[in-house]
């Protein structure tokens, strides 16, 4: 077309009839050429089926080698974003780079990076599990609209699609494409045409309970899958004259599948899908060609195994290329095609441009000014999409909103485009709901069980407000309540009232780590503190400075024969406290259990007045510090720890919380075993990631630990030579309800045994 054009020929109808060149040195007369036949519309159209779903790419690759030009294509779920991807201009090596780049197990996390989270969220996951959660509105308890969270897969759609903003229909992309997704209120098919082309892949792969469905033009969209997952009739519709099909849709799955909620859910989501596609395998012609990659048992969520998917799909191309042949055109044909498929793509302008406003929508005007100073785009930039990308990372993080998507839209008929930033609150807050559980036995008729209940209201005023409950019962019966109240506009510090009251059953010991009684403490506490998130949102901790008073209350119930006669002091303790107190965190963890990288570092001193029974009030000072740091080669991590705590003047009774024993914390010691008003202990953990997936856990480990302390009553006591020792071999899983291990522990002084732990060590 393009020699026509050079040659200056008046009608580009005419390329079609040239002649062509049999001898490159001996060209033929136009007159005497023979007309080249007219090439049949060539529509592609790619099924859906979640992973699977990445085979397409192999079969792409293939079609170029076989230069097969495809004149529009159609798809479903993952074959709308493959095909997506493909017809606004990526090749199909792009593709295949990209998409084996992709960390396909963290696109899916229900969570931003933990790091990103405010100080607030990360101290919950040391008590109650990530993954347990519910919404409370509206006098009514919800579940989370997805199970898993799309944000990463949006952000990446926004980011290859961004050229293609300006396009007035999915006609004017580099190859003619559709969509198709459900109408989740009618059951109806919806083909998408024109509009976002992000939100139009995100839409059609809106997974029924894996997936939220997307709101998109007034209606509520999910997976096209349900109604129509291999779209040959919208191809035809298109023009299409000849079809390739590609299925890659899941199998039914056996009886063995059926025995849960979750198998039937599954099974009745593959039939109605196999249903729709047996239907459009039957409009097919002797003209057209069906391709079956021959996936086997991999399952769509098997994200993980995309560089074997692509390898399937490729292969399994490249072995019915005679069939593909039908389809092909000669090089100079095809090349044609490419160039000017190429010469569309080079329209859309993804780097270059300039931020002329910012807005805000779905918030009101109060809320958007402070999530503005989460934001770094804005007005006079350019546009930078990593930058914009870590802006909404940074609002995801909150944790309020179920949508965190952008769009950049022109301003009049300026160069300058409007960055808008779209939010939607969470349809099952602003109330959360936690359920947190410990259970450990020694298997030596030592043990405990609490379950624990948490409730945060967000954003209880428009001046960012949260109030924080959390309830304990079990061993240690326990209530706290927090109201947090941001000062300032740009949240750059904060007032927090706060109370808590616990009863607990504790069992003192001696000198010589035997148990001398047994007995239940009680305790109010109520304080006031001033404080300074540090960085955005206060992810790289806060240090907080407050007034606190505190009444408590030590009783024993049983006590040791031994010790009835002598001056123990083992009777009832009353005694107050108040004080200033200093608090600093700053937690950089990955994960709050199993944790491959960063760091923890807790610290908590007050200084104050303490007034006891028959006691001549007495000044005191209490100070306690941990530290941790992680840090992993390949599958391998290290986790070393550290703790320092010194108190004077300690009630008898108090001493548990200044105490060690237990798994981890000299393991081979029964929990509180080791008490004084002094306390050094250091441990050193390793663990291995294993290569197992089990579903129930984030993953399975392996792994020790050695560790070494001691709590002393009096600080001439402290000396090397009287440090204690323990250690522990286990296996470990990070699951829904928490950390869970199996351990081997081992104390000289101490015990050796069995342990098993679910719950904060």
């Known amino acids: ?87 606004s201009g990526m090749s199909a090596d792009e593709l295949e780079h990209e998409i084996l780049a992709l960390e396909w197990g963290d696109l899916f996390d229900p969570r931003e990076p933990r790091q990103l989270l405010s100080q607030r969220r990360k101290e919950e996951d040391f008590e109650f599990s990530p993954v347990l959660r519910l919404g409370f509105r509206n006098g009514e308890f919800r579940l989370p609209s997805g199970a898993v969270s799309t944000r990463a897969l949006e952000a990446m759609l926004r980011r290859y699609t961004l050229p293609t903003r ?24 919806v083909v998408m045409e024109h509009g976002d082309l992000a939100a139009a892949l995100r839409a059609s792969m809106s997974v029924p309970g894996v997936f939220a469905p997307l709101e998109l033009d007034g209606r509520i969209l999910g997976d096209g899958g349900l109604v129509n997952n291999l779209p040959v009739d919208v191809a035809r519709r298109m023009g299409a004259e000849v079809v390739i099909a590609v299925n890659i849709g899941t199998p039914l799955a056996g ?46 969520a098997d994200f993980n195994r995309a560089p074997e998917l692509v390898k399937i799909g490729h292969d399994y191309a490249q072995s019915v290329r005679e069939a593909l042949k039908r389809f092909a055109v000669p090089p100079a044909q095809y090349a044609a095609w490419a160039a000017q498929r190429q010469a569309i793509a080079d329209t859309g302008l993804t780097h270059g441009g300039h931020v002329g406003a910012l807005r805000f929508e779905g918030v009101d005007a109060m809320r958007a000014q402070r999530l503005s100073r989460l934001v770094q785009s804005g007005p006079d930039q350019g546009i930078d999409l990593p930058q914009i990308e870590s802006d909404l990372q940074q609002l995801a993080a909150t944790g ?100 808590d009251a616990s009863l607990k059953r504790v069992e003192l010991y001696d000198t010589h780590g035997d148990a001398v009684a047994t007995g239940k403490r009680r305790g109010v ?60 965190i700053s937690d950089q963890l990955d994960h709050a259990n199993f944790p491959s990288a960063g760091h923890r570092i ?9 007034n ?124 829904g309800v928490g950390p869970f291990y199996l351990s081997l522990v081992h104390a000289a002084r101490g015990y050796t045994g069995l342990y098993l732990l679910l719950g904060r060590p």
């Open 1 to 87: 077309m393009f020699r026509c054009l050079s040659a200056g020929l008046l009608a580009l109808g005419l390329c079609l009839w040239l002649p062509t060149l049999s001898h490159a040195a001996d060209p033929q007369p136009a007159a005497q050429a023979a007309p080249t036949p007219k090439r049949p519309t060539v529509g592609l159209v790619l099924s859906g089926g979640g992973a699977r779903g990445l085979s397409h790419v192999g079969v792409l690759k293939v079609l170029e080698q076989a230069q097969v030009p495809v004149d529009l294509i159609v798809g479903t779920s993952m074959g709308a974003i493959i095909g997506g991807l493909y017809a």
């Open 166 to 189: 300006h396009k007035a229909s999915f006609d004017g992309l580099p190859i003619p494409f559709r969509a198709v997704a459900t109408d989740m209120e009618t059951g109806q098919a």
């Open 255 to 300: 009886r063995e599948t059926l025995g849960n909620l979750l198998g039937i859910t599954t099974q009745m989501v593959n039939i109605l899908t196999e249903q729709n596609v047996q239907a459009s395998i039957a409009t097919l012609t002797k003209d057209d060609l069906l391709l079956l990659p021959p996936l086997g048992k991999i399952t769509s």
């Open 400 to 499: 309020d909103y179920e949508q965190v998507d952008y769009r950049l839209e022109r301003i009049g008929s300026r160069v300058d485009e409007a960055l808008v930033i779209q939010l939607r609150e969470n349809s099952w807050g602003p109330n959360y709901v936690r359920l947190g559980l410990d259970l450990r036995t020694d298997f030596d008729g030592q043990g405990a069980f609490n379950l624990r209940l948490s409730h945060n209201r967000h954003w209880v005023n428009s001046g960012g407000a949260e109030w924080r409950n959390r309830f304990q019962l079990g061993e240690t019966l326990g209530a706290f309540t927090e109201f947090y109240q941001p000062l300032d506009r740009r949240a750059n510090w904060f007032v927090a009232t706060w109370a």
């Open 525 to 584: 506490q109520a304080g006031v503190d001033v404080g300074w998130p540090i960085g955005l949102q206060g992810h790289l901790g806060e240090f907080r400075l407050g007034l606190t008073g505190s009444a408590r209350r030590a009783e024993p119930e049983l006590v040791s024969a031994s010790v009835v006669d002598q001056t123990t002091g083992l009777s009832t303790q009353r005694w107050r406290e108040g004080g200033v107190r200093m608090a600093l």
């Open 602 to 610: 807790k610290g908590d001193l007050m200084v104050g007045r303490r």
């Open 612 to 735: 006891a029974e028959g006691v001549v009030g007495t000044d005191f000072v209490r100070l306690d510090s941990t530290f941790n740091a992680v840090g992993s080669w390949g599958p391998h991590t290290l986790n070393a720890g550290a703790r320092l705590g010194y108190a004077n003047q300690i009630p008898l009774g108090a001493l548990d919380e200044y105490s060690l024993g237990g798994f981890q914390q000299l393991s081979g010691y029964r929990v509180g075993q080791v008490t004084g008003n002094y306390l050094l202990f250091g441990r050193l953990t390793y663990y291995r990631r294993m290569p197992w997936n089990v579903g129930v856990a984030r993953a399975l480990f392996a792994g020790g630990s050695l560790e070494v302390g001691n709590a002393w009553a009096d600080r001439h006591d402290i000396g090397l030579k009287g440090l204690r020792t323990g250690s522990s071999l286990f296996v470990g899983a990070d699951t």
